[in-house]
């Protein structure tokens, strides 16, 4: 009887776990087929597809989290020893393994060296090594190593064959330098395929285990301290450097180097959609770098169980140093402090805080050799051979709580009433629901973004000039001194002393024509401000212009040439917020946009992106001036989840906003409520299928909120939301979604 009951409720249980599991394919297969509609041909992954059959994972399972995985969080509770955290570092190098870098086999057992030659030199000798290793010595790996006389042991700078003058400094600093053919100009690498089939390591994961492989060398020579061995290298080789010492704990300390994408930049908070390498560049044009499973995530970065902020991570508490340059389009300052506070915790927990550190340089994506002897430096100050100081400096303001406990005057989320979005529309609206009384009704709302802005500054207006335009040599840094084929470009100053370029069709005369114009708001965007760092295809700014408008362009605070601006902003202004600078500038831009004697000032439409949504929509709802305003993957409402955090506490933007976190629902504003404001002017919402950080259904329900008030003009066709079938990111498709809106309104 038992047997009877039990053999249909397992054939059931099993018939519902097949319909799951088929269900589960059925989802993987159509991210495919999604992903191969919308990426660009990439034939290795293609290839690696077909010759796998591998699926995307099934995303809709994945725990999603815009915010950086916290390296510190297990199963939802959080660790605190230095043991529990000597556990979890194996998942997480597991899971960097199976996601982003593929995996690599254990140390070899036995390493064979032979000295290819020997010679003398000024205070040294030059050794070249050839090592074998693995199944039968079937890998080998050529290396340099460079001792200086004297007993030693002298302690080690690891670097790859392409950063010999980089060794050479170090020799000189009296270092046992070691170069290794694990560089795009000397790669010994793939010898390590033929001995390790069973393996699927990419390549700078190769590259990286093969450093490993010169330490297991040194720890043979006498003269090399191979406790103190500090591996380094530029760019892809920052990314392979920081891989080997997440593998391999016998590094003493790294130093990425403008390492970038893959490196030390969250995929989540470096992507396209700031203006940066995301998963799809990098995958694409080198393909072999990681492993082409990482490739799935474009789109869904917010899936990724680990993020790039990981190496670092596993590099705790062993000393690293972070080095970038303030505009260096590889990089991001914004994202590698972010990354920078999600590591701190891992480094605290041993108590060696001191040990992770930044180092800005100015300039681009270059060194020079003032940059290495800072590496060295570095180097001296933890192995106890100097003491060089390496001050924490942070650009972007972090620190929440500082700020509050600093300001003056913040606001009281008491004071307001606890409502609902449509609580809140629905009462602000109820006392003006005429159209005479809705100047009323905009002006409560201005009083209320006003409030929670900030108390301004004084200002006095600025009708431009161009005392202190930009200099040639920051336009070449910021790659704007070309304005392109048929544009024009003009240069002034605008503003609190701000740069800017007006972009225009060459055709337009300057003197007696009048076109309709655009002021572009940019995302987040670090190194380059308005300029896009990577690019597929045409800018948007002079895809715009090409299209007959003026496209007036600057960098926003804390972005491109204002990098450092931002530095101590609320030192500065304790009681103002980065927003309400951010949108004093905007307004000062209409200023002297709306003056130009080529623009029609009746037609200046706003653009923004991301971030510069955020600014585009707070300006057109506080200035009447702008007639329409275009926000690509707006800010989703303070109400929803994690819809405040961002802005208020992680990244102090608009710190007031900060006290009503888990308070939400008393804040007396929230995006509706903006796009309100611009009534009945012309709002378009874009975001793309796959925009995790500005979902469409969020985008959706902030224009369900705010069509009453848009009915009360007949204007409900004023409000329009766009859908492209795409992931975040501004290419040329998702420009011509913009170009076709503006055009439809002239
Ligand atoms: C770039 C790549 C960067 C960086 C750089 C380099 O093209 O996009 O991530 O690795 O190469 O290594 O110089």
Known sequence: MMRGKWMPSVLLALLAATALADDAIARRTGYLEQLRRLLPESKAWTGWIEESGELPPDFEAMPASAALPDPLERDGARITTPEAWAEHRETLKALLAQWVIGTAPPTPDHIEAAVLEEWREEGCTVREVELRFGPEHRARLWCEVMVPDGDG?????????????????????????????????RDDTDTFLEAYPGYDWSRLTRRAWAAGRCIDYLETVPQADARRVAI??????????????????????????????????????????QYGEGIEFITRNFPEWFHPRWRFFVGHEDRLPVDLHTPVALSAPRPCLISTALNDNVDSVWAGEQAYHAVKPVYALFGAEDKLRILYRPGGHETWPTVIERYIDWCDAQFGRGAYAFPERLIHPYDWETWRARARTAPDPAAYPERTIDELMHDMWAGHSARESFPEYRDEIRAHVRALLGSPPPKAANP???????????????????????????????????????????????????APAVLWLHPVSCARGYVMGYRRGEHPFATVARAGFAVFCYDQIGFGRRIEEVEGFYDRYPDWSLLGKMVRDARSALDVLCALPYVDASKVYVVGYGLGAMVGLHLCALDDRPAGLLALSPPTPFRAEDGLRRWSRDWLLAPQLGCFLGREQRLPYDIPSLVTACAPKPVALVTAQLDWDSPPAHAAGVLEAARPVYALFDADEALVHLVPEDYNRFDEAMQAVVVDWLRRLE
């Open 464 to 514: 431009g000039g161009d005392y202190g335009k930009e200099p040639a040599h920051i336009e070449t840094l910021l790659n704007r001194a070309v304005p392109g084929a048929r544009l024009q470009k003009q240069d002034l100053v605008f503003g609190e002393y701000i740069n800017a370029d007006v972009y225009a069709p060459h055709k337009l005369d300057l003197e007696t024509g009048r």
């Open 232 to 273: 380094t290298g530029h760019s892809r080789n920052g990314k392979q450097s920081l891989i080997a010492s997440a593998l391999d704990e016998r590094f003493a300390a790294v130093i990425s180097s403008s390492s970038g994408a893959g490196g030390s930049m969250p995929t989540r908070l470096y992507s396209e959609q």
């Open 153 to 185: 042991p002298f302690p080690v700078f690891m670097t790859q064959h392409n950063h010999r003058a980089w060794a050479l400094i170090a020799l000189q600093r009296g270092y046992l330098a070691c170069v290794y053919a694990g560089a795009d100009t």
